[in-house]
Structures are given as structure tokens and as C-alpha cells.
């Protein structure tokens, strides 16, 4: 498809599993970021990539999160020990260029962690 | 810290109504604001953006919005909304960071009855 591509659309997994979220960009976008949404609150910026590193990563809530990109096209954000706080609407974005690029959204992938 | 107060958390309204949502910003810098829109079931997408320039901007459905500094505010308008715009609205701002590092606000929640 041409749009941003989000797997799973929807996990439910038990406190202290380990998960992992994947973000195929449009082709060609070489920026990519990370969003969490948590209910009845607007997106928060999580990290950027642009190409294959981190750019930013001060979002990132603690050391259980960790994102990579390895060849500069689908990520994976990795969650270790889960807790019931982590659940939320994690969204994935990519833009054509870094600065004054329009982000295009993905539909989200909505975790539960019981 | 950065923040941004959509002060409207639900909205309702008839069709043919006119439409004005809230946004302030807590920036005094130099700032690059957003409208996404979220309709039901799909994803986060652009509405109308300002950089520089106009402080009026003029976006796609026939929203607009004005960026007015002295307020610290970017109110987005409609003078006459559809069942169609019946969505989640979200008001955004980047830092100027050179990238999409967004700060979003919490979201209003339109509904248009037709």
C-alpha cells in the first residue's frame, strides 16, 4: 500500500512479556518517528529516525523501550517487561524530509498489557 | 515545560454551524503549528499547517485557522461544518527543531449531527 504500514493492529500480552511493534514507512521517506497515544491524551513524541540512526530518542520513557531501524526503512519498536502503564495506541509516522515535511500517520498499533 | 491546551474536549454541533476549536501554546520561541484531524476509524492526518508568513492558513475541507502571537494562540475555524467533519481534532506544535518532534494537546472531540 502507499501509506504507513503498523503491525500488529492490536496485542494484548501479560505484564513482564516482552513486545515488539513494527512501522513499514512510505517508500523513500527517510524520516521516521515514534508516537504513543494514551487514552484521552494526544500523541507524544517517543524518537526520530532519520535513515538508520536515532536522532532523538529523549521521548522514551525509561530503559524497557528501545527502537532500531536497521537499514533505514522498517522499524521496530521493542518493549522488555511490560507494565499495565504501557498500554496505549503506539503510532508511527514518516516524512520525506526531516524539518517541514508533513508526517504521515499509520493507523496504530493498540497494546494491552493485562 | 512545553505544552499545548485545547480547552474544548467535546463539541457538539449541528450541520451548517459554524465551528471554532481552541488552541493555545506555552512557547515563547519561535514555533511551527498544526492541525491533525483523526476521522473515525482511520488515521492521524494533516489539516492545515502555519510556519511563517500569513497568519491566516487555509487547509483542506474548508477549515482555516490564525495564528495570532500575541495570544499564544492558533483557533481553527469552519464557517459552516458537515456531518463529514464529525472527528477528533488535535492541535499541535514543533519547536523548530529541525525536525517533527510535535507537542500535541489532548484533542477535541467533534461531533456534527446532521
Known amino acids: 500500500g502507499a501509506g504507513v504500514s503498523q503491525t500488529p493492529s492490536n496485542k494484548v500480552t501479560e505484564k513482564g512479556k516482552y513486545v515488539e511493534l513494527r512501522c513499514d514507512p512510505i517508500?523513500?521517506?527517510?524520516?521516521l518517528y515514534w508516537y504513543r497515544q494514551s487514552l484521552g491524551q494526544g500523541p507524544e513524541f517517543l524518537i526520530y529516525f532519520q535513515g538508520t540512526g536515532a536522532a532523538d530518542d529523549s521521548g522514551l520513557p525509561n530503559d524497557r523501550f528501545f527502537a532500531v531501524r536497521p537499514e533505514g526503512s522498517v522499524s521496530t519498536l521493542k518493549i522488555q517487561r511490560t507494565e499495565r502503564g504501557d498500554s496505549a495506541v503506539y503510532l508511527c509516522?514518516?516524512?520525506?524530509?526531516?524539518?517541514?515535511?508533513?508526517?504521515?500517520f499509520g493507523e496504530g498499533s493498540r497494546l494491552t498489557v493485562l | 515545560a512545553q505544552s499545548v491546551s485545547q480547552h474544548n474536549h467535546h463539541v457538539i454541533l449541528s450541520e451548517a454551524a459554524s465551528l471554532e476549536l481552541g488552541c493555545n501554546y506555552s512557547y515563547g520561541g519561535t514555533v511551527n503549528l498544526f492541525w491533525y484531524v483523526q476521522y473515525p476509524g482511520q488515521h492521524l492526518q494533516l489539516l492545515l499547517k502555519?510556519?511563517?508568513?500569513?497568519?491566516l492558513v487555509k487547509g483542506i475541507k474548508g477549515f482555516e485557522a490564525e495564528f495570532i502571537k500575541s495570544k499564544f494562540s492558533f483557533n481553527l475555524r469552519k464557517p459552516s461544518v458537515q456531518w463529514s467533519d464529525t472527528a477528533e481534532y488535535f492541535c499541535?506544535?514543533?519547536?523548530?527543531?529541525?525536525?517533527?518532534?510535535?507537542?500535541f494537546g489532548t484533542g477535541t472531540r467533534l461531533l456534527v449531527s446532521p
Open positions: 517508500s523513500g521517506h527517510t524520516a
Open positions: 499541535a506544535v514543533n519547536l523548530n527543531t529541525g525536525f517533527q518532534k510535535l507537542v
Open positions: 502555519y510556519f511563517s508568513g500569513d497568519p
Open positions: 509516522a514518516s516524512s520525506s524530509t526531516g524539518g517541514t515535511g508533513e508526517l504521515f
